[in-house]
Nanobody, 125 residues
């Protein structure tokens, strides 16, 4: 079992920044790839970013590339999402997720086995 808890969401003006955190517990954190997804009202959950178990590989959705940065600190069992130049279309509930197997489909939400409860990000224009 893996428990994931997101934090850091909130209300920010367009052009501003937020940093989300995802604290993990239950298994050796450095053993599994992780990702961030988001879901806006009335829309399906979509991929945002993913990172390999040691952080050597990262993946981004085109919509956030150059603005968001995913990272992890395995010593702290925590993953981060630094979000800069936020836009109103970034408004959503953001979820972190853990992939217990091979991380070969980092953009596919069905490849992830554990999910956090989500944290709301609201960007005002």
């Amino acid at each position: 079992q893996v428990q994931l808890v997101e934090s850091g969401g909130g209300l920010v003006q367009a052009g501003g920044s937020l940093r989300l955190s995802c604290a993990a517990s239950g298994r050796t954190f450095s053993n599994y790839p992780m990702g961030w997804f988001r879901q806006a009202p009335g829309k399906e959950r979509e991929f945002v970013a993913a990172i390999s178990h040691w952080g050597g590989s990262t993946y981004y959705a085109d919509s956030v590339k150059g603005r968001f940065t995913i990272s992890r600190d395995n010593a702290k069992n925590t993953m981060y999402l630094q979000m800069n130049s936020l836009k109103s279309e970034d408004t959503a509930v953001y979820y972190c997720a853990a992939d217990m197997y091979n991380g070969r489909r980092p953009r596919d939400p069905h490849a992830y086995d554990y999910w956090g409860q989500g944290t709301q990000v609201t960007v005002s224009s």
